[in-house]
């Protein structure tokens, strides 16, 4: 596993709460078309505080569900959310998987976070039952308006490189099939989910960039929320189901 530079205390817990809820119709309608009819067993592999997890069980209800993460902090916390569902602290680039096989593994916006995306989704498959389900949404591109926005993705393409991951990872799932599907949101929302990992960065001495670069950032996203003359940005996000 590459090392997650976005955080897991409660800022970045807040981070992923409007993330989850910025993907949730797209993601609900994917997991609607593409999750089979009945699951016994799901594996949410980077559930992070359980937004994503929660979604399973609106979307799947499968009969049993562990959310499976490395982090500690993010796993207390989806407990607590989801205090009857089944929570292991685990590397997912390391199978077995906990439960596994499972008839249905689902992933979001996590290959960007591993240092060999494709392999990684091709070992997935691996922890399936036969007749299983993976299926993936990770980011292949953004399409912002220039200026901070914009920056803040060179930025932050450069600092996840530095930890051993590729932001846009979904591109280099391409060969494996599956379709984009843009994720639109207002800029000032995304300026704000933004902010948090900016802020998480400046206080971070081990991250690239610089504190000037970073302050900029900061101002300049700041500007964008306070207003974003209407302003939208699009996350383009690949989904893949894939049978074994």
Same mark, same amino acid.
């Given at each position: 596993?590459?090392?997650?530079?976005?955080?897991?205390?409660?800022?970045? =817990?807040?981070?992923?709460?409007?993330?989850?809820?910025?993907?949730?119709?797209?993601?609900?309608?994917?997991?609607?078309?593409?999750?089979?009819?009945?699951?016994?067993?799901?594996?949410?592999?980077?559930?992070?505080? @359980?937004?994503?997890?929660?979604?399973?069980?609106?979307?799947?209800?499968?009969?049993?569900?562990?959310?499976?993460?490395?982090?500690?902090?993010?796993?207390?916390?989806?407990?607590?959310?989801?205090?009857?569902?089944?929570?292991?602290?685990?590397? %997912?680039?390391?199978?077995?998987?906990? @439960?596994?096989?499972?008839?249905?593994?689902?992933?979001?916006?996590?290959?960007?976070?591993?240092?060999?995306?494709?392999?990684?989704?091709?070992?997935?498959?691996?922890?399936?039952?036969? @007749?299983?389900?993976?299926?993936?949404?990770?980011?292949?591109?953004?399409?912002?308006?220039? $200026?901070?926005?914009?920056?803040?993705?060179?930025?932050?393409?450069?600092?996840?490189?530095?930890?051993?991951?590729?932001?846009?990872?979904?591109?280099?799932?391409?060969?494996?099939?599956?379709?984009?599907?843009? %994720?639109?949101?207002? @800029?000032?929302?995304?300026?704000?989910?933004?902010? =948090?990992? %900016?802020?998480?960065?400046?206080?971070?001495? =081990?991250?690239?960039? $610089?504190?000037?670069?970073?302050?900029?950032?900061?101002?300049?996203?700041?500007?964008?929320?306070?207003?974003?003359?209407?302003?939208?940005?699009?996350?383009?996000?690949?989904?893949?189901?894939?049978?074994?």
């Amino acid at each position: 596993m590459s090392r997650y530079t976005f955080g897991d205390d409660r800022p970045a =817990s807040e981070r992923l709460r409007l993330v989850a809820e910025a993907y949730e119709p797209v993601s609900r309608r994917f997991l609607a078309t593409h999750a089979p009819q009945s699951v016994d067993l799901a594996l949410d592999l980077g559930c992070g505080p @359980g937004f994503s997890t929660q979604l399973l069980i609106d979307v799947c209800n499968p009969m049993a569900l562990i959310g499976i993460d490395s982090s500690p902090e993010f796993l207390q916390a989806a407990r607590q959310r989801l205090p009857h569902v089944r929570f292991k602290t685990h590397d %997912v680039t390391t199978n077995p998987l906990p @439960g596994a096989p499972a008839e249905l593994i689902y992933a979001r916006l996590l290959l960007a976070h591993v240092p060999d995306p494709v392999a990684v989704a091709k070992g997935w498959l691996s922890q399936l039952r036969p @007749g299983g389900c993976l299926l993936i949404e990770d980011l292949e591109g953004v399409i912002d308006p220039p $200026g901070p926005l914009q920056r803040y993705e060179e930025v932050s393409r450069q600092i996840v490189r530095s930890g051993g991951g590729t932001m846009d990872a979904g591109a280099l799932l391409a060969d494996l099939g599956g379709e984009t599907r843009p %994720v639109t949101v207002p @800029g000032a929302l995304a300026a704000e989910i933004y902010l =948090s990992n %900016v802020r998480r960065w400046r206080s971070d001495p =081990s991250v690239p960039g $610089g504190e000037d670069l970073l302050r900029e950032l900061e101002v300049g996203l700041v500007g964008v929320m306070d207003d974003d003359r209407g302003a939208t940005v699009s996350w383009l996000v690949r989904q893949l189901s894939i049978q074994r």
